[in-house]
Nanobody
Framework: QVQLVESGGGLVQAGGSLRLSCAAS????????MGWYRQAPGKQRELVAV???????NYADSVKDRFTISRDNAKNTVYLQMNSLKPEDTAVYYC?????????????????WGQGTQVTVSS
């Protein structure tokens, strides 16, 4: 009933910037927290940044002062501005959202993931 579609990944040189977007669509009533996670080859998926509906943010120590998460509630979209990228930021980045959606006359709550977008930072 709900889909998350990411865009904006790609290949960039160290020190460069990328902006990721994730748009949610479907029978959405409201979206609580939205966030970005990443998974590098051979490693576990880790939290990068999260933002509440009201705009409170939290970042992994490794990306503080370099990445900025933001959201547009009217568009059900979350963004991740990534600056001063490093080779160790190379990973598949996944969008996550805690969504309240309409189904069968009720409002249900579920966690959704995007398909992932590859970010590669060359040295």
């Amino acid at each position: 009933q709900v889909q998350l579609v990411e865009s904006g990944g790609g290949l960039v040189q160290a020190g460069g910037s990328l902006r990721l977007s994730c748009a949610a669509s479907g029978s959405i009533f409201s979206i609580n927290a939205m966030g970005w996670y990443r998974q590098a080859p051979g490693k576990q998926r880790e939290l990068v940044a999260v933002i509440s509906r009201g705009g409170t943010t939290n970042y992994a120590d490794s990306v503080k002062d370099r990445f900025t998460i933001s959201r547009d509630n009217a568009k059900n979209t979350v963004y991740l501005q990534m600056n001063s990228l490093k080779p160790e930021d190379t990973a598949v980045y996944y969008c996550n959202a805690d969504v309240l959606y309409a189904y069968g006359g009720r409002i249900l709550d579920s966690d959704y993931w995007g398909q992932g977008t590859q970010v590669t930072v060359s040295s």
